[in-house]
């Protein structure tokens, strides 16, 4: 059955937009999370037009396969890792970007890279802010899908701040255009908004009219150590309620000690935290602004605070931090917190943190978009060892649930996904979750889109 049914897509779409062999299959099974074994597909799909997302949806409904949407797979929390018995549809060949100058927009379909669209506004002294660390690797499609955001957030907004429109490819294949390149529209309910962050559960991301901004100035890039992360917290929070930096990135000694193993960045490894801060505040105000800092990490304890004018230095330092996710995955299997809370907390989170792994005699490495409150903790284990899975479980738990106690959410950027699902109804409580499931339900009736991921 299940062969003559992916036979009847290849009819539709053409061979070369289904892929049935398991080891071509293969680099479309996982997404970045290491803790969660991936499914086995029944194809994946590749479409390279909005047309052929809308044929696989309706050949889906018809049959009632599920679908899990793709993106570039770097997503953290499984939200792309394949399902039994269900398509794989990525969108990695709908690639195009085209960039409107005079509304200040790109229209681009979900495939292109972040890092491709932010190239092409470029060309035109423009720019697209959103930044996830991920940026060179990772889709449009995946950001909005999870409302991405990275280390310029602080001061720039997450991907949802620059999103002006959406092509969205509905279960029973229908196409809705929603929003469009205009700066103002409140005609209606605000559909668009629902589409980002919803990784896949109501719709197909096929096309988006994304917001441009004037390129930045130049960035000033201030590098502070301090004997503990609880440390540097304090001065987050106080560098916060005064200033606005256009990146605010804490590591703490664990995770600079990865990154350093990975490659030698010439930080610190004797330092217990460390603060990255860009100030690009126009003009003398740069200068300024960056004087202040230091004299606020002085205040609260730096052992060291240097600053750099040159970009390259600063990028440098920049590059250190982008490193992370990748520099502790070689210390061992690892579950990836996305934890956030109001920036006052992050002291409370930070110790609270320390307290977990070390009550669980587990490396839990954190950096954090500390500006925003969003930290990511790496529970790193030994999957081949029944006792270490059980504690890092435990620690996962926690942190989670430490999270929420504080105000906070289990998820800051990276989403629910497949493995924090468990815990949303802890954080949104029965009436939410009713809510939620009954949006779920009135646009996907037969559950069809990436089921297993948020709820
Ligand atoms: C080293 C590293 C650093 C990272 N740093 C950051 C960071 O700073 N900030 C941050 O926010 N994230 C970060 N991430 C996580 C990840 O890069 C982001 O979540 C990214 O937005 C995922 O994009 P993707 O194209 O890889 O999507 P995927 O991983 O393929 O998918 C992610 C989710 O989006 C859904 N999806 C993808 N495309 C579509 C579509 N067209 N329509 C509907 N649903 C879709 C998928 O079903 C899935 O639920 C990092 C990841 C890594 C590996």
Redesign the pocket.
Known sequence: MSGDVVTELVGELGEGAVVTSRAAMESYRR??TTSTQPGAPLAVVRPRTTGEVQATMRWASRHGIAV?????????????LAVDGAVT???DR?TAIVVDPDTRTAVVE??A??ADVKKAAAEHGLWYP??????D???????????????C?VKYG??ADYVLGLD?VLADGALVALGGKRVKDVAGLPLLRL?VG?????????GATLRLVPAPAPASTLVATFPDPVAAARTVVAVGRRLRPSMLELMDGSAINAVEDLRSFGLDRDAGALLLIRSDAPGTARTAEVAEVARICDEHGALTVFHTDDADEGELFAAAR?????AVDRRGTVLHE?VGVPVPRLPEVLAGIRDIAARHGLDIPVVA?AGDGNC?PLVVYDASDPDSVARAQAAFQAIMRLAISLGGTIT????V?RIKAQALPEQLGPDIMALTRRVKDALDPQGIL?PG??L
């Open positions: 997404d970045a899990v949407p793709r993106g570039a797979g770097t997503g953290l929390s499984g939200g792309s549809l990525s969108l709908m979900p495939g890279l972040n959103p930044d996830p660390a991920s940026f690797l990772c889709s449009i499609g995946g950001n909005l899908a999870t409302n991405a955001g990275g280390l957030c997450v991907t969205v589409f919803s990784e896949g559960t109501l719709g197909i991301i096929t982008r490193a992370f996710a990748g996305d978009h990511h800051g950027e990276h989403g996904g990436n991921a948020v």
